[in-house]
Every structure is written in structure tokens, then in C-alpha cells.
């Protein structure tokens, strides 16, 4: 069993330190807001706790005796160590920024511009968490969100960033030797990896015959990045994903979008922050920077990737 620290009063200790600092309990009271009779009174209740005087009384000051000596020097010390502490702590939530987004978003989008965002905010560390998992914010575990959904979370303030699509992709090898493609049936030349629901719903939005696919998908990974990772190395499967995930590679030409079809899968991406901290400065300089970063949503689309930045959304408590 855990043994309970059997400390006196922490108020005591503290009206302790300070009169042992100061020698005088008239200057004690005023330095703590506290009467002199208080400081008498939580003097004595810590001596009596103790077994033995802390103090001589002169006519005007007061001396510590040599057992007070020793523990004045202890209490010191312990409260310079607390303030420290919570002085390090205060300037780590000053100058450390976390941000917690899905897999995907952070390996793919946010991890190779976050660079740039400390460029311009060289006093400002970074910590990405990249759980699946949502943390809670409100209790401070994260500065901001990056989520998928309607925009509706309770005591956070929303802003919708993109929508949430899916559309097929194909790595440059596989478009060189299976292509072209144009009608969706053609994809069916490869093998496909991802959702078979997202294939479904995507072959009737862009007119294909979703009975001609087949029952299941040949792959369907984890992360999307795991299975653009898979079809890359494949070179023969067509993945179904969302494409500002993959500008980079889309720009690159390492992926190729056949079709310009992108289906709405009903959510957002949306940025979420505690409003009360919003004008924390950390905060406010990642709002600002990720509201207007340019992107190319996918191959020679040029356009802001987040449209509709700065429409605010309140979830409801």
C-alpha cells in the first residue's frame, strides 16, 4: 500500500517560508494579504504539528532557531522547484503547438508543409499526433483538430476546410500500360483497392455499371496511403481514395486521376479549436497559416484547396 506523505498544511508552510525570508510577521501578512494575528495563528499551528518552536520572538522581528533554520532552507527550495516547474510549464504550452489529425492527412498533407509553417513561426514547436482516435480538446490534449465529419462537436469552434471525396487513382505505370480509360468500365482492367461501397456509389455517379464489379475488393488496407503505397508497387490496381490527399504524388505524375468524377462521401474536413483559446497566439498563427494555404486539389485542377476558409461552425454543448 502507497503511503499517504504526511505534510502539515501547505498554507502553513508557505506563511512559514515567507516569514522566515522576511523576519518578520507584520511583513509576512502583508506580502501574503493576511493579517498578523493569521500568520501568528498558522505559525503556531505549524510548531505544534512539529513538536518544537520554529521561531524566537524578539520586540520587533523574529529569529529562526536552528531546527527553523534547517527547515526554511528545505522550503525554500521546495517552493523554488514548484515555481520552476510551473513556470516551464506555462512557457511549454506558450511555444509547443499540437495538432492532432487522421493517418492519412498528417502523412500525406500536413507533414510535408508543416515546415513551412515554422519557418514563419521559428519560436514555435510542433507536436503532430496522428491517432485515429479522437482526444479531447476541451481538456487540453490537443491545440487543434483536423476531423472528418458535419461539423458539429460539442464546445468546439469548426472551420470547414474541404470536402470529404473519393474517387479512383492509378499509378503512372499502371495508366501507361492498362490505359486509356474512358469509361469506368475500363478501370476494370485493373485490380481494385479500398472501399467496395465508395466503388459502387462511384461507378453510378460517373455512369458506369456498378453490377460488373466484382464482390469484393482485391485489397483494402488500413490507411489509404498504405494502399496507393500497394498499388504503386503493383502497378496493375486502380485504388479508390481521396485525391487532395495525394496532390503531391497527382502533380508529380507518380498517380494519375482517370476520371474527374469525385464522389461526395457527405462529410468534411473541418479544423477544430477550443474557442476559449482562440486568441492564444500559437493558435491564431496555425488558424491563419492553414485558412489560406494554396494546394492543387489534384492533376491540372489549380485552386485553393480550402474554398470555403473562415466560415465558421459552433458546435453545439
Given amino acids: ?171 503512372r505505370a499502371a495508366a501507361e500500360r492498362f490505359g486509356p480509360f474512358h469509361r469506368p468500365e475500363d478501370l476494370l482492367k485493373l485490380r481494385l483497392f479500398g472501399p467496395m461501397r465508395w466503388w459502387r456509389d462511384w461507378f453510378v455517379l460517373a455512369g458506369g455499371d456498378p453490377a460488373l464489379l466484382p464482390d469484393r475488393p482485391a485489397l483494402e488496407l488500413e490507411t489509404q496511403t498504405m494502399e496507393v503505397s500497394a498499388a504503386i508497387a503493383s502497378g496493375d490496381a486502380a485504388t479508390m481514395v481521396t485525391p487532395i490527399y495525394f496532390a503531391e504524388q497527382l502533380a508529380a505524375g507518380a498517380l494519375v486521376e482517370p476520371f474527374m468524377t469525385e464522389l461526395d462521401l457527405g462529410d468534411a474536413h473541418y479544423m477544430v479549436f477550443d474557442p476559449t483559446r482562440a486568441r492564444e497566439p500559437k493558435i491564431r498563427a496555425f488558424i491563419a497559416w492553414m485558412l489560406f494555404q494554396p494546394m492543387a486539389f489534384c492533376l491540372n485542377r489549380q485552386e485553393p484547396a480550402f474554398p470555403e476558409a473562415g466560415k465558421a461552425v459552433t458546435g453545439s454543448a
Avoid at 501568528?40 to 520554529?54: H, K, M, N, P, V
Avoid at 499540437?98 to 502523412?107: D, G, K, M, N
Fill in 1 to 171: 500500500m502507497d503511503r499517504q506523505p504526511q505534510l502539515p498544511p501547505i498554507n502553513a508552510i508557505r506563511v512559514f517560508e515567507t516569514a522566515a525570508r522576511l523576519g518578520n510577521f507584520t511583513r509576512t501578512g502583508e506580502t501574503l494579504g493576511m493579517t498578523q494575528a493569521a500568520v501568528s495563528y498558522q505559525i503556531r499551528l505549524l510548531e505544534d504539528r512539529l513538536g518544537f518552536a520554529l521561531f524566537e520572538r524578539k520586540p520587533r522581528h523574529v529569529e529562526l532557531t536552528a531546527r527553523g533554520a534547517r527547515l526554511a532552507r528545505g522550503t525554500s527550495d521546495a517552493f523554488r522547484l514548484l515555481e520552476r516547474t510551473f513556470r516551464d510549464v506555462r512557457e511549454d504550452r506558450d511555444s509547443v503547438l499540437s495538432v492532432t489529425a487522421l493517418p492519412t492527412f498528417c502523412s500525406n498533407w500536413l507533414v510535408p508543409r508543416i515546415g513551412a509553417f515554422q519557418l514563419d513561426n521559428p519560436d514555435l514547436a510542433v507536436r503532430i499526433d496522428s491517432r485515429a482516435e479522437l482526444v479531447d480538446i476541451k481538456a487540453g490534449e490537443a491545440d487543434i483538430g483536423i476531423r472528418v465529419g458535419k461539423g458539429q462537436w460539442p464546445g468546439l469552434e469548426a472551420r470547414r476546410l474541404f470536402g470529404d471525396t473519393t474517387a479512383p487513382l492509378v499509378s
